[in-house]
Protein backbone atom coordinates (compact mmCIF):
# COMPACT_ATOMS: atom_id res chain seq x y z
CA UNK A 1 0.00 0.00 0.00
CA UNK A 2 1.62 3.39 -0.91
CA UNK A 3 -0.64 5.24 1.67
CA UNK A 4 -3.83 5.59 4.19
CA UNK A 5 -5.65 7.56 0.97
CA UNK A 6 -5.57 4.17 -0.78
CA UNK A 7 -7.15 1.63 1.92
CA UNK A 8 -10.95 1.20 2.08
CA UNK A 9 -12.85 2.37 5.10
CA UNK A 10 -15.37 -0.07 6.40
CA UNK A 11 -19.19 2.07 7.64
CA UNK A 12 -17.77 1.70 11.32
CA UNK A 13 -14.38 3.64 10.47
CA UNK A 14 -15.48 7.03 12.06
CA UNK A 15 -16.30 5.07 14.54
CA UNK A 16 -13.34 3.22 15.11
CA UNK A 17 -10.74 6.18 14.86
CA UNK A 18 -13.31 7.88 17.82
CA UNK A 19 -12.80 5.67 20.52
CA UNK A 20 -8.86 5.47 19.85
CA UNK A 21 -8.31 2.35 17.80
CA UNK A 22 -5.12 2.14 16.26
CA UNK A 23 -5.61 1.75 13.08
CA UNK A 24 -3.61 -0.39 10.32
CA UNK A 25 -3.96 -1.91 6.72
CA UNK A 26 -5.37 -5.18 6.24
CA UNK A 27 -7.01 -6.64 3.61
CA UNK A 28 -6.54 -3.63 1.97
CA UNK A 29 -9.02 -1.62 4.47
CA UNK A 30 -7.90 0.45 7.59
CA UNK A 31 -8.97 -1.44 10.50
CA UNK A 32 -8.20 -0.90 14.39
CA UNK A 33 -5.57 -3.68 15.52
CA UNK A 34 -6.12 -3.04 19.40
CA UNK A 35 -8.11 -0.35 21.31
CA UNK A 36 -6.76 2.17 24.20
CA UNK A 37 -7.50 -1.38 26.40
CA UNK A 38 -5.12 -3.26 24.61
CA UNK A 39 -4.69 -6.78 22.78
CA UNK A 40 -4.53 -8.58 26.37
CA UNK A 41 -7.15 -7.15 27.87
CA UNK A 42 -9.33 -7.52 24.66
CA UNK A 43 -8.81 -10.57 24.85
CA UNK A 44 -9.66 -11.78 28.18
CA UNK A 45 -12.36 -9.37 28.31
CA UNK A 46 -14.51 -10.76 25.27
CA UNK A 47 -13.63 -14.93 27.57
CA UNK A 48 -15.08 -12.60 30.49
CA UNK A 49 -17.87 -10.12 29.39
CA UNK A 50 -18.78 -9.35 25.48
CA UNK A 51 -16.44 -7.72 23.00
CA UNK A 52 -17.75 -5.81 19.93
CA UNK A 53 -15.72 -6.22 16.42
CA UNK A 54 -16.22 -4.66 13.10
CA UNK A 55 -15.50 -7.09 10.44
CA UNK A 56 -17.34 -5.44 8.09
CA UNK A 57 -14.35 -6.02 5.78
CA UNK A 58 -15.60 -9.62 5.13
CA UNK A 59 -18.00 -10.19 1.91
CA UNK A 60 -21.71 -10.72 2.19
CA UNK A 61 -23.16 -12.39 -0.88
CA UNK A 62 -26.99 -12.68 -1.17
CA UNK A 63 -27.41 -16.15 -3.94
CA UNK A 64 -30.80 -16.37 -5.38
CA UNK A 65 -31.43 -18.47 -7.63
CA UNK A 66 -33.03 -17.48 -11.52
CA UNK A 67 -35.45 -20.06 -11.24
CA UNK A 68 -36.99 -18.71 -8.03
CA UNK A 69 -36.29 -21.87 -6.50
CA UNK A 70 -34.04 -21.53 -3.54
CA UNK A 71 -33.06 -25.66 -3.91
CA UNK A 72 -31.68 -24.71 -7.60
CA UNK A 73 -29.47 -22.26 -5.70
CA UNK A 74 -28.33 -25.04 -2.74
CA UNK A 75 -27.27 -27.42 -5.85
CA UNK A 76 -25.26 -24.92 -7.48
CA UNK A 77 -23.40 -24.28 -4.09
CA UNK A 78 -23.05 -27.49 -4.10
CA UNK A 79 -20.52 -27.72 -6.96
CA UNK A 80 -18.47 -25.05 -5.13
CA UNK A 81 -18.42 -27.18 -1.66
CA UNK A 82 -17.79 -30.31 0.11
CA UNK A 83 -21.34 -29.18 2.26
CA UNK A 84 -24.51 -30.37 2.37
CA UNK A 85 -26.46 -27.22 1.31
CA UNK A 86 -29.41 -28.85 0.13
CA UNK A 87 -30.37 -29.77 3.58
CA UNK A 88 -29.58 -27.00 5.20
CA UNK A 89 -32.77 -26.10 6.52
CA UNK A 90 -34.64 -22.40 6.44
CA UNK A 91 -32.96 -20.18 9.18
CA UNK A 92 -30.08 -21.97 9.55
CA UNK A 93 -26.71 -21.47 8.62
CA UNK A 94 -23.37 -24.02 8.06
CA UNK A 95 -19.49 -23.63 7.77
CA UNK A 96 -18.31 -24.64 4.59
CA UNK A 97 -14.93 -24.59 2.36
CA UNK A 98 -14.37 -23.41 -1.39
CA UNK A 99 -11.72 -26.01 -2.69
CA UNK A 100 -9.60 -26.33 -5.65
CA UNK A 101 -8.96 -29.01 -7.70
CA UNK A 102 -6.14 -30.11 -6.31
CA UNK A 103 -8.39 -30.84 -3.05
CA UNK A 104 -7.16 -27.70 -1.42
CA UNK A 105 -8.80 -25.30 0.82
CA UNK A 106 -9.61 -21.77 -1.32
CA UNK A 107 -11.54 -19.96 1.60
CA UNK A 108 -13.77 -21.09 4.56
CA UNK A 109 -16.82 -19.57 4.28
CA UNK A 110 -20.41 -19.67 6.07
CA UNK A 111 -23.70 -19.97 4.46
CA UNK A 112 -27.48 -19.30 5.36
CA UNK A 113 -30.46 -20.10 3.65
CA UNK A 114 -32.43 -17.58 4.28
CA UNK A 115 -35.64 -18.79 2.56
CA UNK A 116 -35.87 -17.72 -0.59
CA UNK A 117 -32.13 -16.69 -1.33
CA UNK A 118 -28.79 -18.05 0.47
CA UNK A 119 -26.58 -15.67 2.36
CA UNK A 120 -22.70 -16.24 2.51
CA UNK A 121 -20.11 -14.51 4.37
CA UNK A 122 -16.46 -14.45 2.96
CA UNK A 123 -13.05 -14.17 4.15
CA UNK A 124 -11.99 -10.09 3.69
CA UNK A 125 -8.84 -11.35 1.99
CA UNK A 126 -10.12 -13.83 -0.81
CA UNK A 127 -13.72 -12.14 -0.91
CA UNK A 128 -13.18 -10.34 -4.60
CA UNK A 129 -11.82 -13.66 -5.85
CA UNK A 130 -14.61 -15.09 -4.22
CA UNK A 131 -17.22 -13.34 -5.54
CA UNK A 132 -15.76 -13.42 -9.36
CA UNK A 133 -15.36 -17.33 -9.06
CA UNK A 134 -18.96 -17.62 -7.60
CA UNK A 135 -20.01 -15.39 -10.75
CA UNK A 136 -18.38 -17.59 -13.56
CA UNK A 137 -18.90 -21.29 -11.87
CA UNK A 138 -23.01 -20.70 -11.06
CA UNK A 139 -23.80 -16.93 -12.28
CA UNK A 140 -25.95 -18.51 -15.34
CA UNK A 141 -27.77 -19.95 -12.42
CA UNK A 142 -27.65 -17.88 -9.31
CA UNK A 143 -28.25 -13.84 -9.14
CA UNK A 144 -25.29 -13.02 -7.11
CA UNK A 145 -25.07 -9.75 -5.43
CA UNK A 146 -21.88 -8.33 -3.15
CA UNK A 147 -23.10 -5.93 -0.94
CA UNK A 148 -21.09 -3.07 0.25
CA UNK A 149 -23.92 -1.27 1.69
CA UNK A 150 -24.12 -3.13 4.83
CA UNK A 151 -21.40 -3.56 7.75
CA UNK A 152 -21.10 -6.41 9.84
CA UNK A 153 -19.99 -6.58 13.66
CA UNK A 154 -19.40 -9.32 15.73
CA UNK A 155 -20.70 -9.60 19.30
CA UNK A 156 -18.86 -12.09 21.11
CA UNK A 157 -18.87 -13.58 24.98
CA UNK A 158 -20.57 -15.15 27.77
CA UNK A 159 -22.66 -12.12 28.10
CA UNK A 160 -23.49 -11.15 24.24
CA UNK A 161 -27.02 -12.78 24.71
CA UNK A 162 -27.57 -10.83 27.66
CA UNK A 163 -26.53 -7.23 26.12
CA UNK A 164 -28.32 -7.73 22.85
CA UNK A 165 -31.31 -8.94 24.54
CA UNK A 166 -31.65 -5.52 25.44
CA UNK A 167 -32.44 -4.83 21.69
CA UNK A 168 -34.44 -7.62 20.85
CA UNK A 169 -35.69 -9.68 23.55
CA UNK A 170 -36.38 -12.84 20.71
CA UNK A 171 -32.13 -13.38 20.73
CA UNK A 172 -32.39 -16.25 23.95
CA UNK A 173 -34.36 -18.37 21.73
CA UNK A 174 -31.42 -18.49 18.96
CA UNK A 175 -29.13 -21.76 18.93
CA UNK A 176 -25.65 -21.91 17.66
CA UNK A 177 -25.94 -21.77 13.85
CA UNK A 178 -29.34 -20.15 13.94
CA UNK A 179 -30.08 -17.05 11.73
CA UNK A 180 -32.85 -14.54 11.85
CA UNK A 181 -33.61 -11.22 10.71
CA UNK A 182 -34.96 -8.63 13.32
CA UNK A 183 -35.01 -5.15 13.79
CA UNK A 184 -32.01 -3.29 16.12
CA UNK A 185 -32.64 0.18 17.23
CA UNK A 186 -34.71 0.75 14.28
CA UNK A 187 -32.03 -0.92 11.85
CA UNK A 188 -33.52 -4.06 9.77
CA UNK A 189 -30.54 -6.37 10.78
CA UNK A 190 -29.56 -10.02 10.18
CA UNK A 191 -28.76 -12.16 13.22
CA UNK A 192 -26.71 -15.37 13.34
CA UNK A 193 -25.86 -17.21 16.69
CA UNK A 194 -22.25 -17.26 15.51
CA UNK A 195 -18.70 -16.35 15.68
CA UNK A 196 -14.68 -17.39 15.40
CA UNK A 197 -13.86 -16.62 19.24
CA UNK A 198 -14.80 -20.11 20.26
CA UNK A 199 -17.22 -18.06 22.96
CA UNK A 200 -20.84 -17.83 22.65
CA UNK A 201 -21.98 -14.53 20.32
CA UNK A 202 -23.58 -13.28 17.22
CA UNK A 203 -22.66 -11.65 14.12
CA UNK A 204 -24.77 -9.10 13.11
CA UNK A 205 -25.31 -7.37 9.47
CA UNK A 206 -26.36 -4.22 9.64
CA UNK A 207 -27.56 -1.30 6.92
CA UNK A 208 -24.24 0.82 7.00
CA UNK A 209 -25.93 4.41 7.24
CA UNK A 210 -27.30 2.98 10.99
CA UNK A 211 -24.27 0.66 11.73
CA UNK A 212 -23.13 3.31 13.92
CA UNK A 213 -25.66 4.08 15.61
CA UNK A 214 -26.65 0.75 16.65
CA UNK A 215 -23.19 -0.05 17.49
CA UNK A 216 -23.04 3.36 20.03
CA UNK A 217 -25.87 1.46 21.54
CA UNK A 218 -24.28 -1.81 21.99
CA UNK A 219 -21.43 0.00 23.32
CA UNK A 220 -23.75 2.19 25.69
CA UNK A 221 -23.39 -1.13 27.87
CA UNK A 222 -21.22 -1.88 30.58
CA UNK A 223 -20.12 -5.54 29.85
CA UNK A 224 -18.65 -4.02 25.96
CA UNK A 225 -15.88 -3.17 24.66
CA UNK A 226 -14.54 -2.58 21.44
CA UNK A 227 -12.17 -5.21 20.32
CA UNK A 228 -9.30 -4.93 17.55
CA UNK A 229 -8.03 -7.62 15.26
CA UNK A 230 -5.54 -8.46 17.24
CA UNK A 231 -7.22 -10.04 19.96
CA UNK A 232 -9.59 -11.66 16.99
CA UNK A 233 -6.69 -12.82 15.60
CA UNK A 234 -4.47 -14.29 18.51
CA UNK A 235 -4.68 -17.49 16.99
CA UNK A 236 -6.20 -18.38 13.19
CA UNK A 237 -7.38 -21.54 11.54
CA UNK A 238 -4.06 -22.47 9.35
CA UNK A 239 -5.64 -23.30 5.78
CA UNK A 240 -4.43 -22.85 2.60
CA UNK A 241 -4.61 -23.80 -1.38
CA UNK A 242 -2.25 -26.65 -1.21
CA UNK A 243 -3.93 -27.91 2.52
CA UNK A 244 -7.04 -30.41 2.00
CA UNK A 245 -10.12 -30.01 4.49
CA UNK A 246 -9.35 -33.74 6.10
CA UNK A 247 -4.92 -32.36 6.59
CA UNK A 248 -7.03 -29.19 8.03
CA UNK A 249 -9.01 -31.22 10.36
CA UNK A 250 -11.85 -30.20 9.15
CA UNK A 251 -13.55 -33.32 8.38
CA UNK A 252 -16.20 -32.75 10.55
CA UNK A 253 -17.62 -29.66 8.41
CA UNK A 254 -18.12 -32.62 5.12
CA UNK A 255 -21.71 -34.23 5.94
CA UNK A 256 -22.37 -38.18 5.14
CA UNK A 257 -24.61 -37.06 2.00
CA UNK A 258 -21.54 -35.62 0.61
CA UNK A 259 -18.98 -38.07 1.12
CA UNK A 260 -18.32 -41.68 -0.72
CA UNK A 261 -21.45 -43.44 -0.70
CA UNK A 262 -23.85 -40.23 0.27
CA UNK A 263 -27.10 -39.47 -2.07
CA UNK A 264 -25.00 -36.64 -3.01
CA UNK A 265 -21.33 -37.76 -2.88
CA UNK A 266 -18.76 -35.92 -4.69
CA UNK A 267 -19.50 -33.34 -7.43
CA UNK A 268 -16.85 -30.51 -5.96
CA UNK A 269 -13.39 -29.58 -7.06
CA UNK A 270 -11.42 -31.97 -5.62
CA UNK A 271 -13.35 -34.48 -5.12
CA UNK A 272 -11.31 -37.34 -6.05
CA UNK A 273 -8.42 -36.41 -3.36
CA UNK A 274 -10.66 -35.20 -0.51
CA UNK A 275 -13.00 -38.48 -0.38
CA UNK A 276 -9.62 -40.50 -0.50
CA UNK A 277 -8.54 -39.17 2.06
CA UNK A 278 -11.94 -39.14 4.37
CA UNK A 279 -11.27 -43.16 3.76
CA UNK A 280 -7.48 -43.52 3.92
CA UNK A 281 -6.24 -40.82 5.77
CA UNK A 282 -4.00 -38.37 5.15
CA UNK A 283 0.04 -37.98 5.09
CA UNK A 284 0.00 -35.33 7.23
CA UNK A 285 -2.67 -33.29 9.68
CA UNK A 286 -2.70 -29.72 11.88
CA UNK A 287 -1.85 -30.12 15.29
CA UNK A 288 -2.22 -27.80 18.76
CA UNK A 289 1.40 -27.37 20.62
CA UNK A 290 1.62 -26.12 24.00
CA UNK A 291 5.17 -25.68 24.75
CA UNK A 292 7.63 -25.34 27.86
CA UNK A 293 8.06 -22.23 29.48
CA UNK A 294 6.73 -18.35 28.06
CA UNK A 295 8.63 -18.18 25.09
CA UNK A 296 6.05 -18.42 21.92
CA UNK A 297 6.76 -20.70 19.16
CA UNK A 298 6.30 -18.81 16.18
CA UNK A 299 5.86 -20.07 12.38
CA UNK A 300 8.18 -21.03 10.29
CA UNK A 301 9.74 -23.29 12.94
CA UNK A 302 10.46 -26.91 12.20
CA UNK A 303 9.16 -30.02 14.43
CA UNK A 304 11.12 -32.49 15.32
CA UNK A 305 10.99 -36.11 17.00
CA UNK A 306 14.36 -35.48 19.15
CA UNK A 307 16.02 -32.75 20.65
CA UNK A 308 18.99 -32.44 18.09
CA UNK A 309 16.36 -32.12 15.35
CA UNK A 310 17.30 -34.94 13.23
CA UNK A 311 14.06 -36.49 12.57
CA UNK A 312 11.76 -33.64 11.14
CA UNK A 313 8.47 -34.63 11.11
CA UNK A 314 6.61 -31.07 10.73
CA UNK A 315 6.24 -27.14 10.70
CA UNK A 316 4.61 -24.34 13.18
CA UNK A 317 2.46 -22.15 10.88
CA UNK A 318 1.01 -19.64 13.80
CA UNK A 319 1.94 -19.32 17.36
CA UNK A 320 2.41 -16.12 20.08
CA UNK A 321 0.78 -16.17 24.06
CA UNK A 322 -2.29 -17.97 24.59
CA UNK A 323 -4.25 -15.31 27.45
CA UNK A 324 -6.47 -17.52 28.65
CA UNK A 325 -4.42 -20.49 29.22
CA UNK A 326 -1.50 -18.02 30.10
CA UNK A 327 1.12 -19.31 28.29
CA UNK A 328 2.48 -19.97 24.75
CA UNK A 329 0.02 -21.80 21.99
CA UNK A 330 0.97 -22.66 18.43
CA UNK A 331 -0.43 -24.89 15.72
CA UNK A 332 1.21 -26.92 12.96
CA UNK A 333 1.34 -29.44 10.24
CA UNK A 334 3.04 -32.93 11.75
CA UNK A 335 3.08 -36.74 9.75
CA UNK A 336 0.64 -39.28 10.73
CA UNK A 337 2.90 -40.69 13.26
CA UNK A 338 3.26 -37.35 15.35
CA UNK A 339 -0.47 -36.29 15.51
CA UNK A 340 -2.05 -38.43 19.34
CA UNK A 341 -2.07 -35.87 21.78
CA UNK A 342 0.49 -36.02 24.51
CA UNK A 343 2.96 -37.15 21.53
CA UNK A 344 6.13 -34.73 22.59
CA UNK A 345 7.82 -32.77 20.12
CA UNK A 346 10.89 -30.50 19.63
CA UNK A 347 10.90 -27.30 17.67
CA UNK A 348 13.28 -25.03 16.24
CA UNK A 349 13.53 -21.65 17.80
CA UNK A 350 16.76 -19.36 17.26
CA UNK A 351 19.35 -22.53 16.88
CA UNK A 352 18.10 -24.08 19.44
CA UNK A 353 15.22 -27.31 19.43
CA UNK A 354 12.77 -26.46 22.23
CA UNK A 355 9.92 -29.09 24.08
CA UNK A 356 6.38 -28.60 22.57
CA UNK A 357 3.38 -31.62 23.50
CA UNK A 358 0.82 -32.32 20.42
CA UNK A 359 -2.61 -31.38 22.72
CA UNK A 360 -6.25 -31.33 21.51
CA UNK A 361 -7.82 -28.83 20.01
CA UNK A 362 -9.57 -26.22 20.48
CA UNK A 363 -7.12 -24.80 23.46
CA UNK A 364 -9.88 -23.25 25.13
CA UNK A 365 -13.44 -25.37 25.27
CA UNK A 366 -16.11 -24.01 22.91
CA UNK A 367 -19.34 -22.60 24.81
CA UNK A 368 -21.97 -22.06 21.74
CA UNK A 369 -25.59 -22.40 22.97
CA UNK A 370 -26.55 -25.95 21.42
Known amino acids: ?35 PAGVMKEHLHTRAAAGLFDVSHMGQVTVR ?25 EGRQRYALFTNDEGGIRDDLMIANRGDHFYVVVNAACKDADFAYMQEKIGDICELTLHDDRALVALQGPHAEAVLAELWGDVSAMRFMDVRACDLHDAHCIVSRSGYTGEDGFEISIPADLAETVCRRLLDHPDVLPIGLGARDSLRLDIDTVTTPVEAGLEWA ?28 AARRRVGLRAEGRAPVRAGAVLATDPEGQDIVGTVTSGGFGPTIDGPVAMGYVAGKATAPGT ?6 RGKFLPVTVVAMPFVKNTFKR
Open 344 to 349: HLYAGV
Open 65 to 89: ARSGDNTDAARALETLVPVDIVGLA
Open 1 to 35: MGGSSELKKTPLHALNVSLGGRMVPFAGYDMPVQY
Open 254 to 281: IQKVRRTGGERAGGFPGAGVILDQLENG
